[in-house]
């Protein structure tokens, strides 16, 4: 028998029906192996030997290989066919070179482009062994990434306090949403004209045309500067008879798009869709890796990996088949057509995104997908059709329709117009113009040279330049693509990265860099130059592609990178903070210090008068402060203009009056957020102070609010078994209350104001019966134990959705299910679906294995990478970067 290894279980079922009982398929679920994310994992000074870690769960799951071996003579590696693919493959095959598995085995790889039983048969006639270049190439990048994430972080922690990481990749993909920021901001709206009309043919059509030329010189988009010149052209002209000067009809040919490749698939799912890049990478996952046909599981599309645009000659045949059945014979080419990647970095012998089976139209597979599976498989298989199919014939007129002015001037406005002859591929599928007017639609009426044309209105239109667009999603990857940076397998990645490290955000499908963003991007601008270059990041992917292809060495790609890189760290850590904020308040200065409406110096301080506006870096990010710190305290947020923003005088803004007191209440802004302010500082004393809820905007408190929050923390009774107090307040995680230096957290911030002792005292023993329990990254809910015990259930944000976890157990909440309104019994009933047993029983296991000393030191050996496991858990907090 021979044991095969794919990479997630759903696979491996349907490729165990296709092979037979003669093999077993086997999933390793994804990667099984990385760096630990501590320092030293990757040592340059050993010529960058690197150590890795198993993962827990994927050490049981290498076993149960190393185990099947025991009884069969060959291992086929069979993970995806990429470069993270062949990693895997060589990380399952060392790991179990280590375990003494491989010894008198023949280890072979295959790759299947599709999940379908003819591509799996046939790639299992092509086995070949562990292309080398690719893991080494992988290994650099790799490492490549480790480095810069574990050198360059902690120079950012250390000169910018609040920041978080920096990446190679990432690094250089927020540069361009800053830089495009900046643009936006830089950008001053110039006004211009444009005359527009309405004419009519002797037949009474109408059409529309716009100035072109004045004198025979033809007009730029800015050549009517105001409205005083457009109203002059209009009077120049009006009454004036006007005629066809020419007119010109020209044939033309629209040739269809390629396929798509991974980037392709990614714009056009954003724009006809309105899917994000890793949603789509999600659905065609699926699609790639099979749904129930006729009683089986069939893939449905090729990878979805990949730069490359060209399909196999036996694809290509079946859908010129399909063209010729569904459409007849005028559309289809005499000849194929075949196309080449442009992409610098195209990944390697791929074929482009594609429909396994080219018959197979989106209405047969309906009942078989949910909506969006539906739409994206139509798309992948519209654009395939479309890419093999006849072009579009065009005719392309252009009129131009003359009048002189009573200036004695020639004026002549141009009309524009096409008839599609014959749709040819457009009759399937069409890019680009989901939001725009189509022009191929335009049609001018008939008319000839010399004909006299009729006017219905001329009128001049005011216009102001806009500036550039911000990045969406898709056209960020478009602009990587093209740069050369990041790889199609990374797209989705670099993009979770920046969202999630608060770097960027998006709104209205646009992403915008936060303060915090641009802050990094400036330093790194300003101190690591080279490192977030376009043209030497994207050297970088060539010297990659390079190792990929065998010809030269990944090693010394990294000692030459290496060099340079810890020459360029040394120089920083000599800096100064003072240094790092004089270069940052010059390079975000049109940012942060905007021109003042008054011509005054931007950077005066508007409180002291006598101070000096300056970027301060806090703890909790970056803000803006006067130079005369402590005796002018004037602070306000980095970004002019943000909510909370309002440049407050140092004294802040009066509330009212206390009556009990009479002190002032004020709120101000603290480098720390918006706060209360009871009376003001006396020497050796501080006044009382409050933090304002997240919940609550700062500019809607009023003085009963004010003065309610500048009582807490309220002491709500004496607890009846220890007799010490519990008090209430917010907290950095929301309400709570606290005795004896337990905590138990409150439903509602009124809560803090209201609960009462009993209520009191009945959270905090809930809380104790519960046990103490951290809440887990992404936890949105803990609903409590568990009726049959071992544990709590909780209700988890996952990368796909929300689900419930209990233990090893995760169960995906139903569609449409609101997280926050899931019940106990509810999430119970999920995990027993499931077949969630109750945890507790775990011990038991142990405490047989304590019984049989001799099987605990077997298992103690063949699992060495416990010990690892528990170190890495000790430095989670320290990031781990990502190409």
Avoid at 5 to 16: C, D, Q
Avoid at 496 to 517: N, S
Avoid at 538 to 554: H, N, P, R, T, Y
Avoid at 660 to 666: A, F, L, M, S
Wanted: charged fraction near 30%; aromatic fraction near 8%.
């Amino acid at each position: 028998m021979t044991v095969v290894v794919v990479e997630s279980p759903a696979k491996a079922k349907t490729i165990n029906k296709y092979l037979g009982k003669d093999f077993k398929v086997l999933a390793s679920y994804g990667h099984v192996r990385d760096l630990p994310a501590k320092d030293g994992s990757v040592r340059p000074e050993a010529d960058f030997e690197m150590d890795w870690e198993v993962d827990g769960k994927s050490a049981k799951r290498l076993s149960d290989i190393a185990a099947a071996l025991k009884t069969d003579d060959r291992l086929i590696l069979a993970t995806d066919p990429d470069r993270e693919g062949e990693a895997i493959s060589w990380h399952v095959m060392e790991v179990l070179r280590k375990k003494g598995a491989l010894k008198g085995k023949a280890v072979q790889r295959v790759v299947f482009n599709a999940i379908t039983k003819s591509s799996v048969l046939e790639a299992m006639r092509r086995p070949r062994e562990v292309d080398v270049p690719l893991v080494d190439a992988y290994l650099a990048r790799r490492a490549l990434d480790y480095l810069v994430g574990f050198s360059l972080s902690p120079v950012l922690w250390r000169k910018l306090p609040g920041s978080r990481s920096a990446g190679r990749v990432q690094s250089v993909a927020l540069r361009l949403i800053c830089d495009r920021e900046l643009e936006i901001e830089a950008f001053r709206a110039q006004e211009y004209w444009t005359i527009d009309g309405v004419f009519v043919t002797p037949r009474g059509e109408e059409f529309q045309a716009a100035l072109n030329s004045i004198a025979d010189k033809k007009l730029d988009r800015l050549g009517i500067k105001d409205e005083a010149t457009a109203r002059a052209i209009e009077q120049a002209v009006k009454g004036q008879p006007f005629k066809v000067d020419s007119i010109e009809s020209k044939p033309a040919r629209r040739h269809p798009y390629p396929p798509f490749r991974t980037s392709t698939l990614q714009q056009e799912a954003s724009r006809k869709l309105g899917f994000s890049s890793a949603r789509t990478m999600q659905i065609a996952q699926r699609l790639y890796e099979g749904v129930e046909l006729g009683g089986e599981t069939v893939g449905l599309i090729t990878y979805m990996r990949t730069d490359g645009v060209d399909m196999a000659p036996e694809a290509i045949a079946a859908a010129r088949n399909a063209i010729l059945k569904t459409f007849g014979e005028p559309y289809l080419p005499s000849a194929p057509r075949l196309y080449t990647s442009k992409a610098k970095n195209a990944q390697e012998a791929h074929e482009a995104i594609r429909p396994t089976e080219m018959s197979r139209q989106p209405k047969d597979v309906r009942r078989a997908l949910d909506d969006d599976q539906l739409a994206l498989y139509e798309l992948i298989w519209k654009r395939t059709i479309a890419s093999q199919m006849e072009s579009a014939e065009l005719e392309r007129t252009t009129a131009d329709i003359g009048a002189d002015g009573k200036d004695g001037k020639r004026y002549a406005f141009r009309a524009n117009g096409s008839v599609v002859r014959f749709d040819g591929f457009l009759r399937v599928y069409q890019e680009g113009l989901d939001d725009a007017e189509d022009e191929d639609s335009k049609r001018l009426p008939a008319m000839a040279r010399g004909d006299s044309i009729g006017v219905r209105k001329i009128g001049g239109v005011q216009h102001f330049t806009e500036p550039p667009p911000r990045y969406s999603e898709a056209s960020l990857i478009k602009k990587l693509e093209e740069l050369g940076i990041g790889r199609p397998s990374t797209y989705v990645s670099i993009l979770e990265t920046l969202r999630t490290r608060g770097y960027v955000r998006l709104d209205k499908k646009r992403l915008i860099p936060e303060d915090k963003g641009r802050v990094v991007t400036a330093f790194l601008e300003s101190f690591f130059r080279r490192y977030v270059e376009y043209d030497f990041t994207a050297g970088l992917e060539e010297k990659l592609d390079q190792v990929s292809a065998g010809e030269i060495d990944w090693k010394q790609v990294l000692r030459d990178f290496w060099r340079d890189f810890t020459a360029a760290l040394d120089d920083v850590k000599e800096l100064r903070v003072t240094n790092v904020l004089d270069a940052l308040n010059d390079i975000l200065a049109p940012h942060i210090f905007p021109p003042r409406e008054d011509g005054g110096d931007a950077r005066a301080c508007p409180s002291c008068g006598g101070g000096r506006l300056s970027l301060k870096l806090g703890k909790f990010g970056s803000f803006i402060g006067c130079s005369n710190y402590p005796e002018c305290k004037y602070t306000r947020p980095m970004t002019p203009g943000a909510e909370g923003a309002d440049a407050m005088p140092a004294e802040g803004v009066l509330l009212g009056v206390d009556p009990e007191t009479g002190e002032k209440v004020t709120r101000r802004a603290g480098r720390f957020g918006p706060y209360l302010q009871l009376g003001e500082a006396m020497e050796g004393e501080k006044p009382q102070r409050a933090s304002i809820p997240r919940n609550r905007k700062p500019e809607d408190i009023t003085l009963e609010e004010a003065l309610k929050l500048l009582s807490l923390p309220r002491e709500v009774g004496l607890h009846p078994e220890t007799g010490k107090p519990i008090v209430a307040n917010f907290g950095r995680y929301g309400p709570f209350v606290l005795h004896d230096g337990a905590y138990a957290n409150l439903e509602s911030p009124e809560d803090v104001f209201t609960v009462g002792i009993n209520r009191a005292v009945d959270i905090l023993a809930e809380k104790k019966a519960r046990g103490f329990q951290r809440p887990r990254a992404g936890a949105l809910k803990d609903l409590g134990p568990h009726p049959s015990g071992g544990g709590n259930i909780q209700v988890m944000k996952g990368k796909y959705g929300p689900y419930v976890k209990f233990g090893t157990v995760n169960a995906t909440l139903p569609k449409g299910k609101d997280p926050e309104q899931l019940t106990i019994d509810e999430a119970v009933a999920l995990i027993a679906g499931r077949g969630g047993k109750s945890p507790a029983k775990k011990p038991a296991k142990k405490a047989a294995a304590k019984k049989a000393p001799a099987k605990k030191a077997v298992a103690k050996k063949a699992a060495p990478a416990k010990p690892a496991k528990k170190a890495a858990k000790k430095v989670t907090k320290t990031p781990k970067e990502a190409a």
